[in-house]
C-alpha cells in the first residue's frame, strides 16, 4: 500500500497523505474539488459540517441513550456524504455523461 492516496480524478495526478486521511480509500485534490458544480460541493461541505458536529455533541452527552440517537442522525449524514460522494466520482470518471445534476439533487432532497 503506497503512502500517498491519488486524487478520484484519473486525469489529475496530485495525492495526499495516506496518514492525512487515515479513514478515506479515495480523496479528490482541492483543484479538482473547485472545479466541481457549487451543488456538489455545497453538499458535500453540509455533510462534513453536520457529521462533525454530531460528533461533538456525542462526545459531550453523558447519556448512552441520547449518544445513541446521534450516533444513528450521524450515520444518515455519513450515508448521505457516500451517495454525494458517488455521484461526485461518476461525474468526474464520466465527464461525457455528466450526472444528471438534477436526479443528484432530487436525490438528497433539495
Ligand atoms: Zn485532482
Known amino acids: 500500500m503506497s503512502d500517498r492516496i491519488s486524487c478520484i480524478n484519473p486525469r489529475c495526478r496530485r495525492t495526499a497523505a495516506r496518514d492525512k486521511f487515515p479513514d478515506s480509500h479515495e480523496i479528490i485534490c482541492g483543484k479538482c474539488f473547485r472545479a466541481l458544480p457549487t451543488a456538489f ?26 449518544a445513541q440517537r446521534m450516533r444513528d442522525i450521524r450515520d444518515e449524514w455519513v450515508d448521505r456524504l457516500n451517495t454525494g460522494w458517488a ?24
Not at 88 to 104: A, C, H, M, N, W
Open 41 to 66: 460541493r455545497a453538499e458535500h461541505r453540509r455533510c462534513w459540517h453536520e457529521i462533525n458536529k454530531w460528533e461533538r455533541r456525542i462526545l459531550r452527552t453523558a447519556d448512552p441513550l441520547k
Open 87 to 110: 455521484a461526485i466520482r461518476q461525474s468526474i470518471e464520466r465527464p461525457d455523461k455528466p450526472v444528471g445534476l438534477e436526479t443528484f439533487l432530487e436525490e438528497i432532497g433539495l
